[in-house]
């Protein structure tokens, strides 16, 4: 069974020391990992801040940093961030397809995060 899967972001994680980490690794999640963010005194002074939380706890690697942190999940571009939750909902939730887009040429299609073939 496949447990962790890679991640292009669309934009990239910029570090504090100019570095840009796009590729990264997030795991399914744990009932463990959906619970815990909700006692976070963080996450009751803002509900929001559950999202950020739960990916802190998924996403297993970001370019050479790991443990991924709370801290580093605030610090993405706005649609990373929104990459990454629709990534979590479609590995947790979903049907495993998600449409994205090539930061090259622009081209969207679909991606199965499972890798499978259609069949």
Known sequence: MQTEFGFT??????APEGQVYREGVMRLATARDE?????????NANPAYVSIA???RVVTRLGPLSPVT??????L???????????YLQLNEGDHQ???QC?????RFALDLLGHDGH
């Open 9 to 14: 972001l669309p934009r990239g994680y910029l």
């Open 35 to 43: 619970v815990e963010p909700l006692d976070d005194p963080r996450a």
């Open 54 to 56: 739960l990916l802190s």
């Open 70 to 75: 709370a801290g580093i999940i605030q610090g």
């Open 77 to 87: 571009f706005a649609s990373d961030f929104a990459f990454l939750q629709e990534m």
């Open 98 to 100: 998600l449409e994205t």
């Open 103 to 107: 930061p090259s040429c622009g081209t």
